[in-house]
């Protein structure tokens, strides 16, 4: 029987000066690690696109912008199954500040060699997207662009 798991980021977008600066992550070689999945909610604010520049890989496929200001995020899987869901700013919780998120989940054994394996792009402005894949290799290494 296939297990599966949740992973959430919510990413915010701050003013305060500090944070222009072009985030580690702001490139796939940079991505930030994140160790244990299952389950796995980041805190609000722990992850900001502010002063992030375009990545040199492909634009995904579903993204509409031009300027890819994005970031990355990394995960060993630990099942084959995952659903991946970035929150924004929503009006009800006080969450992110990031509107109309979109996100790109790829595998591949290294940044230069990605295959992209699923995408999503808000277009409705609702600011919360979500990925469902059951096409995982459990103990793999899979990238998150943001």
Same mark, same amino acid.
Not at 7 to 15: P, T
Not at 68 to 79: C, I
Not at 91 to 97: E, K, N, Y
């Given at each position: 029987?296939?297990?599966?798991? /949740?992973?959430? +980021?919510?990413?915010? /977008?701050?003013?305060? &000066?500090?944070?222009?600066? $072009?985030?580690?992550?702001?490139?796939?070689?940079?991505?930030?690690?994140?160790?244990?999945?299952?389950? !796995?909610?980041?805190?609000?604010?722990?992850?900001?696109?502010?002063?992030?520049?375009?990545? &040199?890989?492909?634009?995904?496929?579903?993204? &509409?912008?031009?300027?890819?200001?994005?970031?990355?995020?990394?995960?060993?899987?630990?099942?084959?199954?995952?659903?991946?869901?970035?929150?924004?700013? /929503? /009006?009800?919780?006080?969450?992110?500040?990031?509107?109309?998120? $979109?996100?790109?989940?790829?595998?591949?054994?290294?940044?230069?060699?990605?295959?992209?394996?699923?995408?999503?792009?808000?277009?409705?402005?609702?600011?919360?997207? $979500?990925? +469902?894949?059951?096409?995982? $290799? &459990?103990?793999?290494?899979? !990238?998150?662009?943001?």
């Amino acid at each position: 029987m296939a297990k599966s798991y /949740l992973l959430s +980021l919510v990413v915010a /977008l701050f003013g305060i &000066p500090h944070a222009w600066a $072009q985030p580690a992550n702001d490139d796939c070689g940079g991505a930030i690690f994140i160790g244990a999945v299952k389950d !796995y909610c980041s805190a609000i604010g722990e992850y900001t696109n502010v002063g992030a520049t375009t990545s &040199p890989q492909a634009k995904p496929f579903c993204h &509409p912008d031009d300027e890819q200001r994005d970031v990355w995020v990394s995960f060993r899987a630990t099942a084959t199954s995952a659903s991946i869901r970035v929150i924004g700013s /929503l /009006l009800r919780d006080g969450g992110g500040s990031l509107e109309a998120p $979109q996100l790109a989940l790829y595998g591949g054994p290294a940044c230069g060699s990605l295959s992209e394996i699923a995408c999503v792009s808000d277009g409705f402005r609702s600011n919360v997207v $979500q990925v +469902l894949t059951d096409s995982l $290799q &459990p103990g793999e290494l899979y !990238y998150i662009r943001l």
